[in-house]
């Protein structure tokens, strides 16, 4: 069993920051890469920013030098620093992991609860 658990949303300002935090427990046996998606009402998912295990990541146009998203390793951690909120930021915000389970496992998708992201204009 693994669960991932969000924490640090919240109503912030434009202009704001926010730091997002997402833990996962349980039996893990390698995390292949973490990110964070974002949904709004009406729209689809979509991807915030990813890191590999090797630590190469990805970002969102829209978040480009704004965002940034680091891991702490050994806490099974993935952090999401967004800077300079805009009111188009406002989403529900989803953590992601593709986690092995064992050695010989594939690599299975796993999802955080959801944490809402509001900006104020």
């Known amino acids: 069993q693994v669960q991932l658990v969000e924490s640090g949303g919240g109503l912030v300002q434009a202009g704001g920051s926010l730091r997002l935090s997402c833990v996962a427990s349980?039996?893990?046996?390698?995390?292949?890469?973490m990110g964070w998606y974002r949904q709004a009402p009406g729209n689809q998912r979509e991807l915030v920013a990813d890191?590999?295990?090797?630590?190469?990541?990805s970002y969102a146009d829209s978040v480009k030098g704004r965002f940034t998203i680091s891991t702490e390793n050994a806490k099974n951690t993935v952090y999401l620093q967004m800077n300079s909120l805009k009111p188009e930021d406002t989403a529900v915000y989803y953590c992601?992991?593709?986690?092995?389970?064992?050695?010989?496992?594939?690599?299975?998708?796993?999802w955080g609860q959801g944490t809402q992201v509001t900006v104020s204009s």
């Open positions: 992601h992991l593709k986690i092995r389970l064992s050695f010989v496992s594939p690599f299975y998708d796993y």
């Open positions: 349980g039996s893990i046996f390698s995390i292949n890469a």
């Open positions: 890191i590999t295990n090797g630590g190469r990541t």
